[in-house]
């Protein structure tokens, strides 16, 4: 088993940088998404690993905390990055 927190900042064309890119924007903390949870890993050998992950994000617009979201379920297979 294992367990995770994860922080970065994400955008898009409707995402948190009005020109689609943070090249022309100041670093700025509101903008962090963070989530945390655990995770399952089987080795069923050479390179096939089950997993199964269970995380946890915490909500954030316009620097205002919205909670937490209902867990979301990730199965793969295969190696991590």
């Known amino acids: 088993g294992?367990?995770?927190?994860?922080?970065a900042t994400a955008w898009g064309i409707q995402g948190f940088f009005?020109?689609?890119t943070p090249a022309n924007?100041?670093?700025?903390?509101d903008n962090i998404l963070?989530?945390?949870?655990?995770?399952?890993?089987?080795?069923?050998g050479g390179?096939?690993?089950l997993r199964w992950d269970f995380p946890l994000k915490k909500e954030k617009a316009d620097g205002i905390n919205r909670?937490?979201?209902a867990p979301d379920?990730?199965?793969?297979i295969g190696l991590d990055f």
């Open 2 to 7: 294992l367990v995770f927190f994860d922080a």
């Open 18 to 20: 009005p020109d689609g």
């Open 25 to 29: 924007r100041k670093f700025d903390r």
């Open 34 to 44: 963070t989530s945390y949870g655990v995770g399952l890993r089987f080795n069923l």
């Open 47 to 49: 390179l096939l690993v």
């Open 67 to 69: 909670g937490v979201d």
């Open 73 to 76: 379920i990730h199965f793969s």
